[in-house]
């Protein structure tokens, strides 16, 4: 019975020794964090710091430089994401075709859409100060010799226009056109600058941005032609529009302050120098 009697003290004093808290005050049960206090709360985020905003808006579809889809980028929706930015706002881009755009914004649960004309008016519609301009133009290779100074000296040249040209560019354009020897619009606009270096056409119609932005990332060979570039168009300035006022006015401020601090002009460097 002796040994018995020891055996169970023994297995009493195990289970004390197991089951009390360590000598050292610190709980080591599982879930607890042991992290110091103070450390702790430096990993709080500030309740005082203001959260950023998404707003989602609409616009076209990719059209490089101004707009490049596949890679959520381009020269205009790199000025609207750094606009935005300086008023803690994040923007979503709901892309779709342009013709779409502003029934889009119209009928759809949406705060914005990115291009509109500067005088578009419609209900409920914040429209921004014009923050970028479209400038068609007529380009020509220089060994041509062409002189185009006005848009009726299109008149009787072949010509590779930009799709629906003759619905924006108006109704001198349209005039002119009528007499060109060969016409023609297509949905590529890099085509019609392949088909001028390659002797194809004699004129194109297209914006200097887009046309810039091929030279931009085409600098050998036969790209390395001299070209006129006729400036016979007027440019053409765009907004954007909200459906909120509150917002519509940080958008005009972030425009303001990234043309100060020149965050504007870099975004355009970058896609065009």
Partial sequence: MNKWLLFFICLGVVAIMFFCPSS???????????????QSQLQEPDADEPKSTMVELITGLSKPPFIIQEQNSGLQLDIIKAAFLTQRIIPQFIHMPLGRNIS???RWNV????????NFKSEGAYISKPYITYQNVAVSL????????VIEDLTGKNIIAFQNAKKYLGSRYGDAIAYSLNYREVALQLEQIEMMYTGKTEVIIL???????FLHNHRSGKYLQPVDV??????????AGFKSQEIRDKFDLGITEIKANGTYQRILDNYLE
């Avoid at 220089?142 to 100074?149: I, M, N, P, V, Y």
């Avoid at 914006?207 to 932005?213: E, G, L, P, V």
């Avoid at 400036?231 to 300035?237: G, L, P, T």
């Fill in 24 to 38: 050292d005050g610190e709980d080591e049960s599982p879930g607890v964090s042991t992290i110091p206090v103070e």
């Fill in 104 to 106: 889009g914004f119209q």
């Fill in 111 to 118: 705060d914005g859409i990115i291009t509109v004309p500067h």
């Fill in 142 to 149: 220089a060994s041509l010799g062409l002189s185009l100074k």
């Fill in 207 to 213: 914006d200097i941005n887009i046309f810039k932005y």
């Fill in 230 to 239: 006729h400036y016979i168009f007027k440019e053409r300035f765009y907004s």
